[in-house]
């Protein structure tokens, strides 16, 4: 079945030392999201991928950056993670930017900073 | 902007009867809204949305939703619940270049 896998589904990192949470999909879509979500609160979208074309939001912490290498992979990178950081992690992906067009989501990465 | 509201935190149902949790926005052009469901610890499912059309969207699991343009509304219907439709509901709000503004979440609970 094509899907969107995150791994690792928990991840457990310490204060300000780097993380890496990965994404990949099979659904050949040409758009990859990235959103945080704190506890029982609503996803907000930190950035996104056009094909290699990087958007990031305004508000977005400069502490959060992405790569993506080729159409299946992309990675959130946490250069120096925060208590405040401590959240759900979740990649999705559309064929497409167009308004109205279905976002498919991953499992998501727990991130639990100590 | 564009935003979404619902305005129930919690919905409680018995198994067997109808549900509806509740969605209202705004936006300043077309709505393109959508409706995603999520269990513990899991991603979000989408269920249904609405581009143009028929005010009444079918999708998943038995879930409908009926778009309203006089009232802004977009509520999500079941006509019988189950107790496996436990989960955290969130309506959505396309604001334009497919970036999705959702909103607060309805944690739905269905008792036997």
């Known amino acids: 079945d094509a899907m969107v896998i995150q791994n690792p589904r928990y991840q457990v990192t310490q204060f300000g030392k780097p993380v890496t949470l990965s994404c990949s999909q099979t659904l050949n879509h040409n758009v990859m999201y990235w959103y945080q979500q704190k506890s029982s609160q609503a996803p907000k979208l930190l950035f996104h991928y056009y094909d290699k074309d990087f958007n990031n939001e305004a508000d977005t912490p400069d502490n959060f950056q992405s790569r993506r290498p080729n159409t299946s992979f992309c990675f959130l990178d946490i250069r120096s993670p925060g208590l405040g950081d401590a959240a759900m992690y979740l990649c999705?992906?559309?064929?497409?930017?167009?308004?109205?067009?279905?976002?498919?989501f991953g499992p998501g990465t727990r991130l639990l900073v100590l | 902007a564009q935003s979404v509201a619902q305005p129930e935190d919690q919905v409680n149902v018995a198994e067997g009867n109808p549900l509806t949790v509740k969605c209202t926005y705004s936006?300043?052009?077309?709505?393109?809204l959508f409706w995603y469901v999520q269990y513990p610890n899991r991603g979000l499912q989408f269920l249904l949305k609405y581009i143009t059309g028929d005010n009444l969207v079918k999708g998943s699991y038995g879930f409908e939703a009926e778009f309203n343009k006089s009232q802004t509304s977009f509520h999500l219907k079941k006509p019988s619940a189950l107790v496996s439709d436990s989960a955290l509901y969130f309506c959505?709000?396309?604001?334009?270049?497919?970036?999705?503004?959702f909103g607060t979440g309805t944690q739905l609970k269905v008792e036997l």
């Open positions: 936006v300043s052009g077309n709505p393109y």
């Open positions: 959505a709000v396309d604001g334009g270049g497919n970036k999705l503004t």
């Open positions: 999705a992906t559309s064929w497409t930017r167009s308004v109205g067009e279905t976002q498919y």
